[in-house]
Structures are given as C-alpha cells and as structure tokens.
C-alpha cells in the first residue's frame, strides 16, 4: 500500500556491499518492471538523477522493479533512494535474487522500510552475500502513494571486492539409503576467492544451505514423490 497514491514509487533503488567499494553494478545494465505510471518508467531507476524516479502502476499491489546485472555476481546490500525533498513515507518490500529471471528467491523478508530527512529520502538493506543476475525489489505498501516508488537502484558486490561467481557444482548425483531419504552427492566448485556454501533447491524451492567444506545433503521426502534437485555455489 501506498497513502499519497495508489502505486507502489521509488525515486532509487540501490544494491550496495557492507562498504560499498566496488563500482556500481547496476550502472548502465537494463531495468525491468511490473508496469508504470504515466512517464514513470523502469529507465529512472538507474539514470543516476535523484530528481527523476520509478512508479509503478497505481492502486495494484503487489508491484516490482527489477535490474539484469549482466551475469551472476555477488551481492549483499540493497539501497533505495527517492527525491531529496519528498515528504516522508515507509515503503513495504522485499528483495528477491534469480539467476535465470523466472525462479526467484527471497533475499530478505518483506519489512516496511522509512524514506525521510534523516536519511535523505533513502534506505540501505543488508544480507547474506549472494550470488545472482536478476535483482527484484516487490513492493506491497506505502504510505505516501499508491504505488511503488524509486529514483535509483544501485548494486554493489561484497567489500571484499569478490565479485566474479564460482562455478556451478559438477557431477550431481543421488542416492536411496532408506526409504523415504534421498543422499544428494556433488563435486566441489571453485571461486576466485572461496566457495562459501552452497544452496540446495526442490523443485526451485531452497531446501538447505550447507557450509563451502560440504559436498553431500541428504533429504527427506514422502516416498514416490517426483522431485528435482539443484545445488547453486555461492
């Protein structure tokens, strides 16, 4: 929701490390939405002017804006921005992550977030650093309009300056050991850096996340069940 309109507004949206020290990686990449209001299109959101911005379609939550980074990389922070000056308002959204732009996974719970002049009309959201290509910001309130609003959405990788994706795990394979348990095995990917961990997804669901040291999961499903499996690197 959104009390000044009916549409989900953002002047910013913003993708930033804990210490944003990697360059902006959403600068020149292609912005995306669920729909917009009259001249407010997806492009504001990552033109670099703090006085142009993104608003969705009002009066129909939920909506979203989303940018295509490229190629998979490593993120960890989100920072929305709206114009300087706007009056204050809290927007409620989440932040979601996909490396093929049709399955998407939630990066953060969905939580109403403050805009105001105590924070220049902006607001940084941290996580868990993640590997992904699609960045998606799901609006399903605000305060000040009916509609998701933003004037600029920048990403950044982790402080660490880490920013290339490990490879993607070889060799999945599984097994029965007991009725009912399905033993999931892979080869070990590789990274610039480390392979931190890797996530473990049921039909494009995660399942479990183990440690980077750890090649094996093992899953409880209800005998007969059709399942199919993937096992991401991060």
């Known amino acids: 929701a959104n009390s000044v309109a009916g549409t989900a507004q953002l002047a910013e949206m913003q993708v930033l490390t804990t210490a944003a020290a990697t360059p902006n990686l959403a600068q020149g990449k292609p912005f995306s939405e669920s729909g917009h209001a009259d001249v407010y299109g997806a492009v504001n959101a990552g033109d670099g002017n703090r006085n142009t911005y993104w608003e969705s379609a009002n009066n129909a939550f939920p909506q979203w804006l989303q940018v295509d980074l490229g190629s998979s990389v490593k993120i960890n922070q989100v920072t929305l921005r709206l114009p300087s000056g706007w009056p204050s308002r809290s927007q409620?959204?989440?932040?979601?992550?996909?490396?093929?732009?049709?399955?998407?996974?939630?990066?953060?719970?969905?939580?109403?977030?403050?805009f105001d002049s105590t924070n220049d009309q902006s607001t940084t959201i941290s996580f868990d650093t993640t590997t992904t290509r699609y960045v998606r910001v799901l609006f399903t309130a605000n305060t000040g309009w009916p509609a998701g609003q933003a004037s600029e959405l920048e990403v950044y990788g982790p402080a660490t300056g880490d920013t290339q994706a490990p490879t993607a795990p070889s060799n999945l394979g599984y097994t029965e050991p007991a009725t009912g348990q399905i033993k999931l095995t892979w080869s070990a990917a590789t990274d610039d850096t480390a392979v931190t961990g890797y996530d473990i997804y049921a039909n494009g669901q995660l399942r479990a996340s183990v440690a980077g040291n750890v090649l094996t999961y093992t899953d409880t499903q209800p005998a007969g069940s059709d399942i199919t499996y993937f096992v991401r690197a991060k």
């Open 92 to 114: 409620t959204f989440k932040v979601q992550g996909s490396t093929d732009n049709q399955n998407f996974t939630d990066l953060t719970a969905s939580k109403a977030y403050t």
